[in-house]
């Protein structure tokens, strides 16, 4: 049996892991069962967000009208714009996969692990199938799958995930998005935007229930303008005839009989898109074998520095279910290479952890949510400030807000923001929050360039905040 000084499962953050631990002189086995990257390259941000970017270049043509200017889209190549993002990754993963198995340091094994012992894996499929290696060191970064909710019919009819989205040649007629998160929202602003009639079943009462509540509620207001939204509708059954997918659906949560709203809906469309989360691959790797605890949903547990309940075993990225997202990943990346380089552990700081949905519109949001401090018993103050009061938000014809919680001594609780460029202007509240004081005078105290669309984070934090419910100003 092949041992090593480290071993990681997965090639998506966890090959920045492998690269500190190799260029230490140390021995390196990699195990991957897909393409190489990890989901964000292959079939998540990356390819997800080039392809949601020739979308708000039609829309920002489309509008163009509206600023007095005549144009007319004469076609739109889909085939063409999916084909050539998806080679682009391929292209980049393939890269990564020369690179390895170029390296004399890295040995690169292409199946899938699966844990036999505390820090043995065997390998499935590929050149190495039935192969046990073990480390001393090991790494558990295998992420996450599309999750497939137990909805009565699923296993009899052909549906999308994420995954099969990204490649669709051709944009559905009809759409129907079951979830009401940010895969939803993100998947149903490209279809939707070429030219695909989009209905998005959601749980929640809103979109994208992991905003701010105001924020997903003007968020799923704007939406409904643009498709059939459903929220508070969970799905019960689907099933097929000929090329067409019914979802029936019932309020969520369940109504009580005789109640007016007990009646769900039935909606058909052409394409059926899986939109309801992800699950970790903990149960494909056996990680119970190795003495690893998951918690009740399938996470790996850790502890503040990574580390796992099995003796050096640590974890890191969307199996951990920390916050599902590829900065993060690598953030927890650079935590766990000084952790198993260094003797002194260092925990792993979640401060100020920020998250963006690319959709029309953009959404952005770092730190507490208000329902959020609400349970907490948080004292706390908001001020609203909005994107068409400012000279550049005008002059976008912007519609949308940026939202300030704060506590009563001035330190920023949360940001959130609905508009254009949510996603970069959300950047200064989070170097505020972890490099700043964290309070609202880093950001007032900071000359923001006239008339940039910076100003209306400005004056968010620089207007009269008001306590929930008191309806008195208070000035800090």
């Not at 993002?85 to 390895?100: H, K, M, P, Q, T």
């Not at 934090?461 to 008191?470: L, T, V």
């Amino acid at each position: 049996m092949e041992t090593y000084d480290f071993l990681v499962i997965g090639t998506g953050s966890g090959l920045d892991v492998a690269n500190a631990v190799v260029n230490q002189g140390r021995s390196v086995a990699i195990v991957e069962k897909g393409p190489l990257g990890g989901t964000c390259l292959n079939r998540g941000c990356i390819p997800s967000k080039m392809l949601l970017y020739h979308a708000d270049v039609l829309e920002t043509v489309e509008r163009a009208g509206e600023f007095g200017i005549d144009v007319e889209v004469e076609d739109v190549s889909f085939a063409e714009i999916v084909r050539e993002v998806n080679a682009d990754v391929s292209e980049d993963s393939d890269s990564i996969r020369r690179g390895l198995r170029s390296s004399d340091r890295h040995d690169l094994y292409e199946g899938e692990a699966r844990f036999v012992d505390e820090r043995t894996v065997e390998i499935a499929g590929g050149d190495h199938d039935g192969e046990q290696i073990r480390a001393e060191t090991v790494l558990i970064a295998a992420g996450t799958r599309p999750a497939v909710p137990d909805i009565e019919g699923i296993g009899d009819v052909a549906f999308l995930t994420s995954t099969e989205a990204l490649r669709l040649e051709t944009p559905p007629d009809h759409l129907v998005v079951v979830g009401g998160g940010y895969i939803a929202a993100e998947l149903g602003h490209f279809f939707g935007t070429f030219g695909s009639e989009v209905t998005i079943l959601g749980r929640r009462p809103h979109l994208l229930p992991q905003a701010d509540e105001e924020i997903g509620r003007a968020f799923t207001e704007r939406y409904a303008d643009r498709f059939t939204v459903y929220a508070g509708h969970e799905a019960t059954a689907v099933s097929a005839s000929g090329e067409d997918v019914t979802v029936e659906t019932r309020p969520y949560p369940p109504a009580f009989e005789g109640d007016p709203d007990e009646e769900g809906v039935s909606v058909t469309g052409d394409e059926l898109l899986v939109a309801a989360g992800r699950v970790p691959n903990t149960d494909t790797l056996d990680v119970a074998a190795a003495g690893v605890e998951t918690d009740d949903r399938g996470f790996v547990e850790t502890d503040e520095y990574l580390r796992t309940s099995a003796e050096g075993v640590w974890a890191l990225g969307d199996i951990v279910g920390e916050y599902l997202l590829k900065h993060n990943a690598n953030h927890e990346a650079r935590t766990v290479a000084r952790n198993i380089l260094r003797d002194d552990l260092e925990p792993v700081d979640y401060t100020a952890m920020p998250f963006a949905v690319f959709a029309s519109p953009e959404v952005a949001g770092v730190g507490a949510t208000e329902s959020e401090l609400q349970e907490a018993g948080r004292e706390y103050a908001t001020n609203t400030y909005r994107y068409e009061d400012t000279a550049r938000g005008d002059a976008m014809h912007a519609e949308g807000m940026v939202k300030v919680i704060i506590a009563p001594d001035g330190e920023i609780l949360g940001c959130h923001i609905l508009g254009p460029e949510a996603s970069n202007l959300i950047q200064e509240v989070v170097v505020a929050m972890k490099s700043g004081t964290g309070t609202v005078h880093d950001i007032r105290d900071a000359v923001h360039i006239h008339p940039a669309l910076s100003e209306v984070v400005d004056r968010a934090f620089s207007g009269r905040f008001s306590r929930p419910g008191d309806g008195h100003d208070h000035h800090h």
